[in-house]
C-alpha cells in the first residue's frame, strides 16, 4: 500500500510538471492570437493602396536587400484568412483550456486517492495490532471504494477517448500521455482490488478457524458444566437423608429454576410448607408456581418489586402479612379450602394472617407443572426474571389437606419433621436446571447459626 501510495505521488508530479509547460505555451498562443487580432491598416497610406506589412526573415540574411514582393492580395481575402485563422486558434485554445481543466480534476481526484490510500495503509496497520477478542470491521468496505475507484477511473478513461475523437475531428491534437497514465492507474488499481480481494479471503478464513476453535472452547465449558450439574442432581446420596438438602438461585434470571416432578392432584383443601432464605430487594420473587392448561396463576406466592406478598389462587388475589427478605431462614406455611376461600399463613410457626373469600369453590386443577424459584406466564415456561426468586430452598412439602397449627408449630422449630402426601421433599422428587444448585443441608443448624 505504501509503494502504491509513493507511485502515485510520483505521478501527480510529473503530470504536474507537464500541466504547467502546457500552461506556459497556452499564454504564448494567447498572446499570438492577441497580437494577430489587434493588427491595424495603416490610413496614412489609404490613398495610394499601400499598406505596411512585416516580414521574418533569418538572421544570417542581408537586410538591405530588398524584400521579395508578396503576392497582393485584396483586403477582404487577407481579412477572411486572419479571422480563420483566429477561429481556429481560439478553438484550439478553448479544447486545450478544457483538457487543462480535465487534467486539473484528475490531479485533484489523483490527490485524494493518494490520502485515500495514505489513510487506509494507516487503518491496516491499526486493523494489524487488533486483538483476537476485537470483532473485525466489515472487508467489503475496502473492496467497494477500490471498485468505485475503478469505475470513476474508467468512465474518465472512456470521456478522454471521446475528446479524443473530437479532438481528431476538429484537427487539434490531444495527449495520449494522460489517457496511457490512467490506463496504467486502472490497471494497477485491479492488481490491487485483486491482491485485497485475496487478502480478505485469507483474514475470512483465519477469522473463521478463530470462531470455531472458540466455539469448542465454549461448548468443551459447557459441557463441563452439564456434567457437574448432572452429578449434582444425580449426587442424592452424598446427602445423609434424602430430605437434608436445598436449591440454590443466587441470581435473578429467568433460566434458573427448579422443578418438582410430580404434578398435583385435583384438590379441595391444601397445606404448603417449606423453608426459605433470601436476602434480595426489592421483593423476594416467586418462591413457587403452579400452573395448569388454561390458567398459569392457579396457585402461587410472589412478592413483586415493593408490593407485599400475594398469594393467588385462580389468578384471585390475597395479600400477607410476611417479612422475609431478612437473609435469614424462616419456616412458611400457607393453607387453603374451598369452603368460602378460608386462607391462613405462618411464619416461623406463628399465624400472622387470615382470611376468607379466595377463590371459594374453585377446585384445584391436576395436570399442571410446579416450578420452583420462577412465575409462569404460560404453562412451565415464559418466565420473567424481575419476579424470579433469589435465594435458597428446602423441605418444600404439599399435603391435599390443612394441617393443624401444632404440627406447624412442631416443623417451624424443628422438633418435628413430616413430608407431604402429595409433594414429598426428596432428592428424586426436584430437578435443577439452568445453573441451579444442590447442596447438603443440616437445616436446624444452619438456622441456629443465623439467629
Known sequence: MIQHSFTLAFILFNLSARLLHRYKMLHLLAGLIYALTCVKVVYGQNEK???FLCTAVPTDMDTNCPVQPLPVQSASVREEELRNTVMQLRETILQQKETIINQLETIKELTSKLSRCESDSETFRKMNKDTMDDVPKDPNDSVDVLGKTMQSLKDRLENLEQQQMRANISGASFPNELRNLLQRRLEDLENQLLMKVNELEEEKSQLYNETVAHRQRTDSTLNSLMNRISELEKGGGGFKSPENFKISLPLRTNYLF?????????MYAF???MWLKSGSSPGIGTPFSYGVPGQANEIVLIEWGHNPIELLINDKVAQLPLSLSDGRWHHVCITWTTRDGLWEAYQDGQRLGSGENLAPWHPIKAGGVLILGQEQDVVG??????QAFVGELSHFNVW??????TDIIAMSNCSFYMSGNVVAWTDSNIE??????KWPLELCEDRLFDN
Do not use: M, N, W, Y
Not at 415456561?381 to 424481575?386: E, I, K, L, S
Not at 391435599?400 to 397449627?405: E, G, H, Q, Y
Open 271 to 273: 397445606t404448603i410448607c
Open 381 to 386: 415456561g415464559r418466565f420473567d426474571a424481575t
Open 49 to 51: 493602396g499601400e499598406r
Open 400 to 405: 391435599d389437606r390443612i394441617l393443624r397449627s
Open 258 to 266: 427448579g422443578q418438582v416432578k410430580k404434578s398435583l392432584p385435583e
Open 432 to 437: 435443577v436446571f439452568g445453573g441451579a444448585s
